[in-house]
């Protein structure tokens, strides 16, 4: 089992920025991927953001360029900075451990709590 406990949402104005952290617990394996989730009101939840082991990322064209998604795999830790915030960034975040092999995904996605992140216009 893996747990993951977020931190760090809360309430911005447009333009602004926030730092999401999520740190993992339990039975991690080195080769996994971590990222971000998010979910609106009345919408499905969207990949935000993705960083392997090795430090590959990947993430939605609605962040790219205000987003950066980083870890410390010294402490099961993955990070979101989130910059130029936007009213339609308004979700609730959530991150993902999965162990992998290589790109490979194996086994399920265990989900942190959710955070919510408030932007205003």
């Known amino acids: 089992q893996v747990q993951l406990v977020e931190s760090g949402g809360g309430l911005v104005q447009a333009g602004g920025s926030l730092r999401l952290s999520c740190a993992a617990s339990?039975?991690?394996?080195?080769?996994?991927?971590m990222g971000w989730y998010r979910q609106a009101p009345g919408r499905q939840r969207e990949l935000v953001a993705t960083?392997?082991?090795?430090?590959?990322?990947d993430y939605a064209d609605s962040v790219k360029g205000r987003f950066a998604i980083s870890r410390d795999n010294a402490k099961n830790t993955v990070y979101l900075q989130m910059n130029s915030l936007k009213p339609e960034d308004t979700a609730v975040y959530y991150c993902?451990?999965?162990?992998?092999?290589?790109?490979?995904?194996?086994?399920?996605?265990?989900w942190g709590q959710g955070t919510q992140v408030t932007v205003s216009s």
């Open positions: 993902y451990y999965q162990r992998s092999y290589g790109t490979l995904p194996l086994g399920n996605k265990y």
């Open positions: 339990g039975s991690i394996f080195s080769d996994n991927t």
């Open positions: 960083i392997s082991g090795g430090g590959s990322t």
